[in-house]
Every structure is written in structure tokens, then in C-alpha cells.
């Protein structure tokens, strides 16, 4: 936890792994809640904050966004060079992108798909909505597993690459994310973030990613194993 000028920046988890390593890329296995970068509440308790430490004299440099609640994959470049060839592949969308996602109630379908568009800026604390006239998007969704407890497992691959995408698909089919601080059931948002839940892991997980290595050019995948729940 750190204190900067009288303010205490609110606790994380800093329990990261490390995936893979080489000379142009660095993957880390990302634990919640941790934001990747600076934001908001938060100054030095992030993801690049550790790194910093970690890579010192290196500044690494995340090649794509996962929110703060979100587990999972989370790729670093180690050079501007390397930055630009991978960011340029998450920003026209060619990089694959495989979430696991546990969500509350039992889905009737096995696979599914939702193509609903997404509101291009903000509304209440900070979420996104439903909007006709917004954002085309489109979701791709397996059901992996139906709990016991009531709740499943769902694969989810984003198509497009719209704000909290995934969360606001699931909501609108009625399926949200558990521990999610935004959406409700039904596609709805709260006026103002759950509190309580924000300092959970909301059960989205960055399962898998596949994109072209800088350095060989080749297409490579790796993998992050979904937390015990």
C-alpha cells in the first residue's frame, strides 16, 4: 500500500505471476484487484507500479488495457519499438482474445452471441450502455460449465473491442458477472460503483491470447489458468 501526501491509495492484490519472458515481451498473470496503470483512485499500486520495481531500469509498457477487477493475461513490450508492433495488433483487432467468465444463473443455450451496440462514451460511474446508435459490437459465447451453486462458466470471445464489452453483453442475455461493481442484470448499470465489490475479483478472467511475436513474426498463445473460486 502506498501513502502519497497524506492519501492512502486503496489496497490491491499483488500476488502477479510470470507467463512468459523474452527479449521483446514480458506476459504476466494479473491477480484482482490491481489496475494495470495509474488511474482514478490510484497512483503507484498498480501493475506498471510492480513492474517498475521489478524490471528497474527497464519501463515496460502494457500493449492493451484489462480493468482492475479483471484477472488474467496482461501483455508488456520491453522496447517502443516492440510497443508499436504489438499495440498496432490489439488496435485493429487481429489479436485473439479468449475470456472465462463466471456468471450468475444457468443459461438455457450452449453457445450464444450478442451483437447489441455499445454507447461510445461514458454515463454514471464511468460504465457503458446499451445504445442503438452507438458502437457496433460483437460477442461470441460457449458455456463451459453449469455449477451446482447456480452459477456457470462461460467462454467468451470479443469479436470488437468495445469498453467493458463482455460485461454489458453478458448483463443484456440476463447472465451479469459475478462480483461485478457496474452491471445488473438485464444490461442495466448502477448510478454509482458497488463499493464492496470493487475490492473483489469479478469473476472475468483473461483466459487466452494469441497475437504475431515482434521479434519472429510468428503467432504465438499463452495461456493463464482461471483462479480458485
Known amino acids: 500500500m502506498q501513502t ?23 506476459v504476466i498473470d494479473k491477480c484482482a484487484p490491481l489496475p494495470v496503470h495509474p488511474s482514478g483512485r490510484f497512483n503507484r499500486n498498480t501493475l506498471e507500479g510492480i513492474l517498475e520495481v521489478a524490471y528497474y531500469p527497464e ?55 450478442c451483437d447489441l451496440a455499445i454507447s461510445k462514451e461514458p454515463i454514471h460511474g464511468g460504465s457503458r450502455s446499451i445504445d442503438p446508435d452507438g458502437q457496433a459490437a460483437l460477442t461470441r459465447f460457449r458455456v463451459r460449465e453449469r455449477l451446482p451453486d447456480g452459477r456457470a462458466i462461460i467462454e467468451a470471445i470479443p469479436e470488437t473491442g468495445r469498453t467493458h464489452q463482455i460485461r454489458l453483453h453478458l448483463s443484456a442475455l440476463g447472465f451479469p458477472i459475478e462480483n461485478d461493481p457496474l452491471y445488473l442484470s438485464g444490461g442495466g448499470a448502477r448510478e454509482q460503483p458497488d463499493l464492496e465489490m470493487q475490492t473483489k475479483a469479478m469473476g472475468l478472467h483473461s483466459w487466452q491470447l494469441e497475437f504475431i511475436h515482434p521479434i519472429t513474426c510468428l503467432p504465438v498463445q499463452f495461456e493463464a489458468l482461471l483462479p480458485p473460486n
Not at 8 to 26: G, K, M, Q, R, Y
Open 4 to 26: 502519497l501526501r497524506g492519501y492512502t491509495e486503496p489496497p490491491i492484490n499483488s500476488n502477479v505471476s510470470l507467463v512468459h519472458e523474452d527479449l521483446a515481451i514480458v
Open 59 to 113: 519501463m515496460l509498457r502494457p500493449a492493451h488495457r484489462l480493468d482492475a477487477n479483471t484477472t488474467g493475461l496482461v501483455v508488456f513490450s520491453r522496447k517502443q519499438a516492440f510497443a508499436k508492433m504489438l499495440q498496432s495488433q490489439f488496435t485493429a483487432g487481429t489479436v485473439k482474445k479468449t475470456y472465462l467468465a463466471t456468471v450468475h444463473g444457468h443459461p438455457r443455450w450452449d453457445s450464444n452471441r
